[in-house]
């Protein structure tokens, strides 16, 4: 179907019909990339426009680097589901979503594609400077729902769209010998941890117990910052990381 498209980028039209308004006074101000998880991308896309599923996204895009817009930027695509980010909560109204289209680890995780990754690269340049996205503000589902996500998972590569001035990265802290925190742990090195997570933007509970959803958060957060080894325990190349991060926000100081 060719018809305009909101991005600038070579792209075209498939609607789907499951989408909604924006919160009012809502700010576009979060891109959220997907893995679409799914044995082919044809059952992908058929279930992002089936309106009995009740989701989908902005932009879908194929491993040959293809794009195609499904919801229109203006209307409140539903792709996040529950999920949190620096205290809020309706993710869909504040937010674009892009489907990668990806297997996902159910279904045969595999390498993100050359070309793919160029798309993605190129279409989120275009969303986060047409909307004024913060770095910090470039996710993936797995960030903004550590408990149930895993996507766009461990082998995207984050650094390639940094390298083009999208989103937030630091090179990964070496991983070194020693055990420092796990689920279980208590007491104020924890809550430490637990602080600077939800400091960047996971829901943690800061209560000093290191406890389910901690470990869903730090987990969350290798699988983004610190892809070589994804466990949810917080060793010194995960806290290490994690301090490099923080320092890059404008309000961080030590």
């Known amino acids: 179907m060719n018809v305009v498209t909101d991005t600038g980028v070579d792209a075209r039209v498939h609607p789907s019909p ?32 089936d309106p009995r599923t009740e989701v989908s996204a902005h932009y879908f895009v194929y491993e040959d680097g293809t794009i195609l817009q499904c919801v229109p930027e203006a209307r409140r695509a539903w792709h996040a589901g529950r999920s949190f980010w620096k205290g809020e909560k309706d993710i869909n109204s504040r937010s674009i979503g892009i489907e990668i289209v990806n297997p996902g680890h159910e279904f ?21 400077l047409r909307h004024d996205v913060l770095p910090w503000m470039v996710l993936a589902h797995s960030d903004i729902a550590p408990d149930r996500k895993e996507d766009p998972g461990e082998k995207f590569p984050w650094n390639r769209l940094a390298e083009a001035g999208v989103g937030l990265y630091v090179e990964p802290h070496a991983i070194v010998a020693g055990l420092l925190m796990q689920e279980g742990d208590r007491g ?35 699988r983004h910052f610190r892809q070589e080894k994804v466990d949810g325990v917080a060793d010194h190349s995960t806290i290490e990381t994690l301090n490099l991060l923080l320092r890059r926000l404008p309000t961080f100081s030590v």
């Open 108 to 128: 045969g995780y595999r390498p993100f594609p050359e070309s793919q990754i160029d798309a993605v690269v190129r279409l989120s340049k275009d969303v986060c």
């Open 18 to 49: 499951n989408h909604g308004p924006r919160a009012q006074d809502a700010p576009i101000d979060m891109l959220v990339l997907h893995y679409t998880g799914m044995e082919s991308a044809e059952l992908a896309l058929q279930r992002l426009c």
């Open 188 to 222: 104020q090195p924890v809550e430490a941890l637990q602080s600077m997570l939800g400091l960047y933007g996971y829901d943690v509970d800061i209560n000093g117990v290191f406890d389910e959803k901690t470990r869903h958060a730090v987990k969350a957060f290798q």
